[in-house]
């Protein structure tokens, strides 16, 4: 199987000019199957999209292999609990530097645990791409190329 179609969608081929992306390593820990298992994964971000995230994995096929969120839902499940659909990310109870994962698909639920100062690295990385509270710029620049093909 090709490795590249795990990299992001979000950052494969068909970039809008003048846009970013940014993929940053992570691992999480699969926690729903028994022995917890370490999982190579991407957190992607793309300033074509930049109020989403994704969650690309390396490896596993039991799992989807991206997910996508909102960066807010990501920032705010750093601090409290986060999201009450089918994605939910809060602080862990028992170690301050993980963060709990908890996703909801038609085949079943799936609890993962991540690196707090892996995803602490990646909202970084995704804030000097796009500073939070400042994704409507790029959402308007979109809409404008939109508005410039429409006009040709
Ligand atoms: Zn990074």
């Not at 690295?121 to 429409?150: M, N, Q, Y």
């Amino acid at each position: 199987m090709d490795m590249n179609q795990f990299s992001c969608k979000a950052t494969g081929n068909g970039t809008p000019p003048g846009h970013n992306g940014h993929e940053h390593p992570v691992a999480l820990t699969l926690l729903s199957f028994g022995e917890p298992v370490v999982v190579g994964a991407f957190l992607c971000y793309h300033t074509a999209d930049p109020i989403a995230v994704t969650v690309s994995f390396s490896t596993s096929t039991r799992v989807p292999i991206d997910w996508v969120f909102a960066r807010d839902l990501l920032a705010e499940g750093m601090v409290a609990s986060a999201g009450k659909g089918d994605i939910r990310i809060r602080p862990s109870d028992q170690e301050d530097r993980l963060v709990m994962f908890h996703l909801e698909t038609p085949s079943g639920s799936a609890d993962f645990s991540a690196n707090r100062d892996q995803l602490d690295g990646f909202l970084k990385c995704t804030a000097e791409l796009v500073p939070f509270g400042h994704e409507a710029k790029w959402l308007d620049i979109d809409s404008s190329i939109t508005r410039l093909l429409a006009d040709e």
